[in-house]
């Protein structure tokens, strides 16, 4: 315990350290050396400490260079990669992030540099961590923390996940337990769903790239996506033309006839030739961490990482990433050197194609234009909101839905590799395969650090998935009889009053619950109640009615709001203008536990809400503000401001990230960041909004039908199919 001194002091009273490793932490281009902590209660990472062979613990600089991680040393030469100590943003050497063992969601074992030592790991609060330990000791280490994995509550917050709770249960519970979490099983499930349109072609390629080992924590690793549209001029796009999209069947060196010549002919004097090593078709990958840096070097932290990878400057003005078409063009034409692919923020991420940071890119030669946001086509009309809704509907059309599997096939496929590789002119350097080096049997150091230099710059293959052809996806129906029911946004009349009068629905069955009242999740077994002249918040059973717990003194004043972010967390809100957060305790009885008090209202608070899928929580007040925070850390992000009277009433669009702010007879539609998308009135000002929801065709997925319906008096519903569409009535 002596030894240990330096790392008890961060631990909570009473935890008890069981295992400690010595880890990395790769982020980016960045890599953090610090201890994982195996504790009774909890799982510890804190940076720069070191657990030398005798048990003792002491700051990484004081360890010598041959104790520590050679590869990370080495790849800090080849690539610019940090690892001396760092400084966390409130000036501590010795970070620590600290997570209960119930919130260990998901494990992964990844690969880092084609080396089997990394683990992925996700948190319940959104938080996640990718981790690289030696390699004798990984899989000990991934059996250890698959043991603390507890199941997400609701399956849609997984990221392999998002569908019924019985697949969830059924599949990936025992599946946590296996060795190996991506057994053919696990894959051929999520195609299968796929395949019926279960799920988003977003989402299947989002799960595509997580069973092969892609990560947003590494940029050698980043996620791919398919370029999919070809028109890039027109002023509109039409997604019932073929015309208007890529073909996806061909990787981006063989879109013209030209380019699949002249690389043809490259495979073929390649292979005439006395070089031991394998043809290739293409000296270039198409994703790479600079791939990635490019296209996101107008946002922090990729701004930095893009200098780290020119040697801290920024490339000439005229190869920057400036216009999503000349990217097409080069990349599909013009450019032999440029095969790349692109990233999931081309279909989620306006923010990427601005230059919020007003960065200086430089002035392209001959023209004298400055670089700035990104030139978008012209059916985007100058709007990154535009280009991401259109271009994520383009994802979804008809048209990718029925070619996509080509696409898998030459990424995550058959033809990834071998005679069905050479065929469909998609060979790449044989170093970006898995499997084609063994880092660990080089003994010459200036090859090792020169191999995993050509690893980390050049790209890296994702894991191949299929070594069959990818089957086909359904066709889209929107007859009633085939999909057993009526789609709710093209058949609001058949919308009909409720004999008796509901007040509340809870899960699979009916709860009724007035506004002063809320089911604690996730089973519903319980409720609390507040507005009582003694200020208290009180615990009732929901099958008895009976009194179970009086909680006082939880705000100087009325409770005047209430949510639960999930099964574990209570918020309130309060006369006094605060917001609270607590813990739900839940073993014998159940407690609140104080967490946060959030200052920043000036009055009243009287609407909350929260989204654990974007981990943001949003309060609405009387003094005519709602205010963004941050459901992790507890934290202020952003206020909304304009209202003309107080916000009523809020809501958070799961999917999006969109807020509804309600004040008076106004609504208005926010981002995330705060960037105000509509403002409307929905009546006359003596008609005030009662309620609002966000309707999502299917919880926390994107579908671009996503509804907004508010409530009204005399019992009229308006329903407004998106946020541009003129709502409608409907008289229930």
Known sequence: ????????????????????????????????EGLLLLCKNNIYLIDNFFQRADGEVVEIWKVPRKERDEYLILVAQAAGMETEPTVSLDGDMHNCRKWANTDLKEIYKRRFLFRDVALELFFADGQNALLTVSLKERDELYTKLASRVTLYEDSTESIIGAGEKEYLTNTLSGAFKLSNLFGTSILSELTQRWERRDITNFQYLMYLNTVAGRSYNDLTQYPVFPWILADYTSEDLNLENPDTFRDLSKPMGAQTSERRLEFADRYRQWGETNDPAPAFHYGTHYSSAMIVCSFLIRLEPFTQHYLKLQGGTFDHADRLFDSIGKAWESASEKNMGDVRELIPEFFYLPEFLENVNKFNFGVKQGTGEAIDSVVLPPWAHGDPKVFIMRHREALESDYVSANLHHWIDLIFGFKQQGQAAIDALNVFHHVSYEGAVDLDKITDVVEKTATIGIINNFGQTPRQLFKKPHPTRMLSSTDVATLGFYP??????????????????????????????????????????????????????????????????????????????????????????????????????????????????????????ASRSNSILVSGSEDKSAIVWDLNRMKYVRSLMGHENGVQLVCINDSTGDIITCSGHVIRVWTINGELLLSKSTGSSSEPILSCVFYEERPKEWSGKEQIITGHKKGIIKVSPGISAIAFVCEL
């Not at 490793?21 to 960045?30: R, T």
């Not at 209570?570 to 967490?595: E, Q, R, Y």
Request: aromatic fraction near 10%.
């Open 488 to 609: 709710f946004q093209d058949h609001t009349d058949k919308l009909v009053q409720s004999i008796r009068p509901v007040k509340g629905l809870y899960n699979d069955r009916l709860g009724v619950s007035s506004n002063q009242q809320l089911f604690i999740p996730s089973d519903g077994q319980r409720y609390i109640e507040w507005g009582f002249t003694d200020f208290s918040l009180r615990l009732f059973s929901s099958e008895s009615g009976k009194l179970l717990n009086v909680f006082e003194k939880l705000h100087v004043g009325y409770i005047s709001t209430a949510c639960f972010p999930d099964s574990r967390t209570l918020v309130t809100g309060g006369t006094d203008s605060m917001v609270c957060m607590w813990k739900v305790k839940a073993d014998k009885g159940t407690d609140f536990i104080p967490l946060e008090c959030l200052r920043g209202h000036t009055s009243s608070v009287t609407a909350l809400t």
């Open 1 to 32: 315990e002596d030894k240990n001194r330096k790392v008890i002091r961060l631990l909570d009273q009473n935890d008890m350290v069981i295992d400690v490793y010595n880890i990395s932490q790769i982020s980016g281009l960045d890599a953090r």
